[in-house]
T-cell receptor, first 117, second 112 residues
Framework: DAGVIQSPRHEVTEMGQEVTLRCKLISGHNSLFWYRQTMMRGLELLIYFNNNVPIDDSGMPEDRFSAKMPNASFSTLKIQPSEPRDSAVYFC???????????????FGEGSRLTVL | SQQGEEDPQALSIQEGENATMNCSYK?????LQWYRQNSGRGLVHLILIRSNEREKHSGRLRVTLDTSKKSSSLLITASRAADTASYFCATVPDQGAQKLVFGQGTRLTINP
C-alpha cells in the first residue's frame, strides 16, 4: 500500500519566491495534518483538516502561509513570498476516519526539505 | 509551546542494553503516543497508550503512563543498532481535540 506521498522531497529557492508543497493522503483517510520541523522549534502543527475542511489553522505562522484541500486525497501548502526563516522540513500526515489524533495514529510522509536562500 | 518534554535529549548505549526515555506533559490528555524518526525520514508510529491505561507492550517496547505525574516512559529492551533514531512522545492535550502535539524528542544512539 502506498503511504502518504509528499513532493518535492527537496526544494531550494530564493527569498521572495513562491513555494508549493504537495501531499497525497493514504486512500480512505479523511484527516490531514501539516507539520513543520526545525532544530530550534521541533515539530509544530501548522494546520489540520477533517473531510477537506480546515479545522484549526492557529499554527500557521502568518498570512504568507496558506493550505488547501481541493479534494479528499490531496493537499497543498503554499508560502508566498518565502523567507529564509521558512527553511525547515515540512511533513504532512493523515489518519483514518473516525479516529484522527484524538484516538489513533498519524501516518507521516517522508517530508519536504525547504531551503530558502 | 511544546506539550511533551522528553528526557534525556540524547542517549548513547551499547547494543544489547535497555534504553529508557521519559516524557512529561502539562495538561490532561486523551492518549499519549510514541513515534520514531530515522534520520532524514518521516515519523513512524510505535505505540499508543490511553489515559486509562498504565502499561502497554509491543514486541521489545514497553510504555508506561502515570497520569498523576503527567509522565510516560518508553523502554526498548535488548537494543539493536537499527534502533538508532529519534523518539518522540506526542499528546492530544484537550478532550475532543485532534491536535497531536510533539515533544522535542530523544536522540538514541546504539553502539555496536
Amino acid at each position: 500500500d502506498a503511504g502518504v506521498i509528499q513532493s518535492p522531497r527537496h526544494e531550494v529557492t530564493e527569498m521572495g519566491q513562491e513555494v508549493t508543497l504537495r501531499c497525497k493522503l493514504i486512500s480512505g483517510h479523511n484527516s490531514l495534518f501539516w507539520y513543520r520541523q526545525t532544530m530550534m522549534r521541533g515539530l509544530e502543527l501548522l494546520i489540520y483538516f477533517n473531510n477537506n475542511v480546515p479545522i484549526d489553522d492557529s499554527g500557521m505562522p502568518e498570512d504568507r502561509f496558506s493550505a488547501k484541500m481541493p479534494n479528499a486525497s490531496f493537499s497543498t501548502l503554499k508560502i508566498q513570498p518565502s523567507e529564509p526563516r521558512d527553511s525547515a522540513v515540512y511533513f504532512c500526515a493523515s489518519s483514518l476516519p473516525g479516529q484522527g489524533a484524538n484516538t489513533g495514529e498519524l501516518f507521516f510522509g517522508e517530508g519536504s526539505r525547504l531551503t530558502v536562500l | 509551546s511544546q506539550q511533551g518534554e522528553e528526557d534525556p535529549q540524547a542517549l548513547s548505549i551499547q547494543e544489547g542494553e535497555n534504553a529508557t526515555m521519559n516524557c512529561s506533559y502539562k495538561t490532561s490528555i486523551n492518549n499519549l503516543q510514541w513515534y520514531r524518526q530515522n534520520s532524514g525520514r518521516g515519523l513512524v508510529h510505535l505505540i499508543l497508550i490511553r489515559s486509562n491505561e498504565r502499561e502497554k507492550h509491543s514486541g521489545r517496547l514497553r510504555v508506561t503512563l502515570d497520569t498523576s505525574k503527567k509522565s510516560s516512559s518508553l523502554l526498548i529492551t535488548a537494543s539493536r543498532a537499527a534502533d538508532t533514531a529519534s523518539y518522540f512522545c506526542a499528546t492530544v492535550p484537550d478532550q475532543g481535540a485532534q491536535k497531536l502535539v510533539f515533544g522535542q524528542g530523544t536522540r538514541l544512539t546504539i553502539n555496536p
